[in-house]
């Protein structure tokens, strides 16, 4: 729509105001309101931000259970992406308890495992982390016990709420007061909390119990620092220990390697390396050696070559790895982005196909397509992933694969139902011969999102809530495979909010489990 004559008649407005003798004019002072909160976010130049009214319509009640209960040490990096999206975003806050809200919001930030994220958001923050509850999880995300338990000393105003007597137990038995802990304890029961996993820890780090709890994604910070005690150091430590056993250290990189960084990781290796005899520096090794050791150095070997470029070493370590794979590629992620895709095709096609949807590289998926055999299946596959990830079925066909496909039979047109819901999802328009061949069909491939949770995440979007529904939809993704139809509605869900980025990395990957 044309605006240019209103735009013409304000100035035209301004301009005879302005030419006009000035005249005696009253004036009217008015008190400004309060200015509305904005809080600051934490992100970076690779992740994808929400608008500044993602908290819209949401409350904080409802903001601060989401964040207690978001995935946020998911294996998944779409989902830690999504997660990160949803807490370190900058923007207006939820309505209501905006202490409750902060302090949730703090403590989501401290699970996402991210030093350099959570120093950019104190920094950015600064008041959120001096209340007494943001400095006792400061420290016992950071191992130090005698920061929380010092500040646990100074409260003297509700000193016998469950918050503060759990954690004098746990500094009690520490500074080996065990009759205080105990004590401590009972009180806590008596007074009426309950927290089973709480109190089966406690009684091992007094010496009652030996088998701990089940990990829970709803450990907090206390609970998280109580297992780590018992183990004797956190598996992070273990593996920066040098002196700590290769196989031991080689293991913990693989169980804590999302909260390893980059240089943390190759100072690990650079130490695996090499035999106690070997001189450092002078003994060279080439893939063929690093492959025929199993063990820890020729785990560490790979790795120093694929940080080198070498394609082969990075699918050959991933296979090491124990699952780890994604979580691997996600840290080495410049690395893995510089080796050419030729070899990557060859080493590993599908593991560096599902690497460059990761990091959203659409160059790389190009350069994939290219490097395999030209009209293969698995060159088609990448085509889709492509199209997903660069918004290219916004309004667009089908596609001739996806209808032809669609008339076969057996497992191909199962995949081809799957592929032609999730184009649709993305904004596909079907063809005659699409909607003949989906009519009536149903969808039971895989796990369900329930009616109920899909009400509670259409209604996210209906409202504008962004990031409810960024981490109602994360949830959802945290979990073994989801149905067609399910997984469908979430990435139309998504892309009709806005969210085509996370919407086409969804679907794009899944695109490329045909592979």
Same mark, same amino acid.
């Given at each position: 729509? $044309?605006?240019?004559p209103?735009?013409?008649?304000?100035?035209?407005?301004?301009?005879?105001?302005?030419?006009?003798?000035?005249?005696?004019?009253?004036?009217?002072?008015?008190?400004?309101?309060?200015?509305?909160?904005?809080?600051?976010?934490?992100?970076?130049?690779?992740?994808?931000s929400?608008?500044?009214?993602?908290?819209?319509?949401?409350?904080?009640?409802?903001?601060?259970?989401?964040?207690?209960?978001?995935?946020?040490? *998911?294996?998944?990096?779409?989902?830690r992406?999504?997660?990160?999206?949803?807490?370190?975003? %900058? &923007?207006?806050?939820?309505?209501?308890?905006?202490?409750?809200?902060?302090?949730?919001?703090? +403590?989501?930030?401290?699970? !996402?495992?991210?030093?350099?994220?959570?120093?950019?958001?104190?920094?950015?923050?600064?008041?959120?982390?001096?209340?007494?509850?943001?400095?006792?999880?400061?420290?016992?995300s950071? &191992?130090?016990?005698?920061?929380?338990?010092?500040?646990?000393?100074?409260?003297?105003?509700?000193?016998?709420?469950?918050?503060?007597?759990?954690?004098?137990?746990?500094c009690?038995?520490?500074?080996?007061?065990?009759?205080?802990?105990?004590?401590?304890?009972?009180?806590?029961?008596?007074?009426?909390?309950?927290?089973r996993? @709480?109190?089966?820890?406690?009684?091992?780090?007094?010496?009652s119990?030996r088998?701990?709890? %089940?990990?829970?994604?709803?450990?907090?910070?206390l609970?998280?620092?109580?297992?780590?005690?018992?183990?004797?150091q956190? &598996?992070?430590?273990?593996?920066?220990? %040098?002196?700590?056993? $290769?196989?031991?250290?080689?293991t913990?990189?693989?169980?804590?390697?999302?909260?390893?960084? +980059?240089?943390?990781?190759?100072?690990?290796?650079?130490?695996?390396?090499? =035999?106690e005899?070997?001189?450092?520096?002078?003994?060279?090794?080439?893939?063929?050696?690093?492959?025929?050791?199993?063990?820890?150095?020729?785990?560490?070997?790979? @790795?120093?070559?694929?940080?080198? &470029?070498?394609?082969?070493?990075?699918a050959?370590?991933?296979e090491?790895?124990?699952? $780890?794979?994604?979580?691997?590629?996600?840290?080495?992620?410049?690395?893995?982005?510089?080796?050419?895709? =030729?070899?990557?095709?060859k080493?590993?096609?599908?593991?560096?196909?599902?690497?460059?949807v990761?990091?959203?590289?659409l160059?790389?998926?190009q350069?994939? @397509?290219?490097?395999?055999?030209?009209?293969?299946? $698995?060159?088609?596959?990448?085509?889709?992933?492509?199209?997903?990830?660069?918004?290219?079925y916004?309004?667009?066909?089908?596609g001739?694969?996806?209808?032809?496909?669609?008339?076969?039979?057996?497992?191909?047109?199962?995949r081809?139902?799957? =592929?032609?819901?999730?184009?649709?999802?993305?904004?596909?328009?079907?063809?005659?011969?699409?909607?003949?061949a989906?009519?009536?069909?149903?969808?039971?491939?895989?796990?369900?999102?329930?009616g109920?949770?899909?009400?509670?995440?259409? *209604?996210?979007?209906?409202?504008?809530?962004?990031?409810e529904?960024?981490?109602?939809?994360?949830?959802? !993704?945290?979990?073994?495979?989801?149905?067609?139809?399910?997984?469908a509605?979430?990435?139309?869900?998504?892309?009709?909010?806005?969210?085509a +980025?996370?919407?086409?990395?969804?679907?794009?990957?899944?695109?490329?489990?045909?592979?």
């Open positions: 729509m $044309k605006r240019y209103l735009k013409l008649a304000l100035c035209s407005a301004l301009l005879s105001c302005a030419a006009s003798p000035v005249l005696a004019q009253d004036v009217i002072t008015e008190t400004l309101g309060a200015a509305t909160a904005f809080d600051a976010g934490a992100l970076t130049s690779d992740d994808i929400l608008p500044s009214s993602l908290w819209q319509n949401t409350s904080s009640a409802r903001a601060v259970s989401l964040l207690a209960g978001a995935p946020s040490r *998911s294996d998944d990096p779409i989902i992406a999504m997660v990160r999206a949803a807490i370190l975003s %900058p &923007g207006v806050p939820p309505t209501g308890d905006r202490e409750a809200f902060e302090a949730a919001r703090l +403590e989501a930030v401290m699970g !996402l495992s991210d030093k350099k994220a959570l120093d950019t958001f104190l920094s950015r923050n600064p008041a959120l982390g001096q209340t007494p509850a943001a400095r006792v999880d400061l420290a016992l950071s &191992g130090d016990w005698q920061a929380a338990c010092g500040v646990s000393d100074e409260i003297t105003e509700g000193r016998a709420a469950p918050q503060w007597a759990r954690l004098r137990a746990v009690h038995v520490l500074r080996d007061e065990l009759p205080a802990a105990e004590l401590t304890q009972d009180l806590l029961q008596s007074s009426g909390y309950q927290d996993s @709480y109190d089966a820890l406690l009684s091992i780090m007094v010496g119990r088998a701990a709890p %089940p990990h829970s994604a709803e450990d907090d910070n609970i998280r620092f109580m297992r780590s005690h018992i183990s004797g956190s &598996g992070k430590s273990v593996a920066l220990d %040098p002196a700590a056993a $290769k196989d031991a250290r080689i913990a990189v693989w169980e804590n390697l999302t909260e390893l960084t +980059e240089s943390e990781l190759t100072a690990i290796m650079s130490d695996l390396a090499f =035999d005899a070997d001189i450092a520096g002078s003994s060279s090794f080439d893939l063929a050696t690093a492959m025929a050791k199993p063990g820890p150095q020729g785990t560490a070997q790979l @790795y120093q070559l694929a940080r080198s &470029g070498n394609a082969k070493a990075m050959e370590l991933s090491r790895s124990g699952g $780890k794979a994604t979580q691997l590629m996600d840290v080495m992620t410049d690395a893995v982005s510089a080796m050419p895709v =030729d070899q990557q095709a080493a590993n096609l599908k593991l560096f196909a599902h690497a460059a990761a990091r959203r590289d160059g790389a998926l350069g994939l @397509y290219n490097a395999v055999e030209p009209g293969s299946e $698995k060159q088609a596959r990448i085509a889709l992933a492509a199209d997903a990830l660069g918004n290219g916004s309004g667009g066909a089908l001739k694969d996806i209808d032809a496909r669609l008339q076969s039979s057996g497992l191909a047109i199962h081809a139902r799957r =592929d032609a819901s999730l184009a649709l999802a993305l904004g596909a328009q079907l063809s005659d011969a699409a909607v003949i989906l009519k009536d069909q149903s969808f039971s491939d895989g796990r369900t999102v329930s109920g949770d899909r009400v509670v995440i259409w *209604s996210a979007a209906n409202n504008g809530s962004l990031a529904l960024t981490l109602l939809v994360a949830e959802a !993704l945290n979990g073994p495979k989801l149905d067609t139809d399910s997984l509605f979430l990435v139309a869900t998504l892309s009709a909010s806005g969210q +980025e996370f919407a086409g990395q969804i679907a794009a990957r899944d695109f490329l489990d045909g592979l």
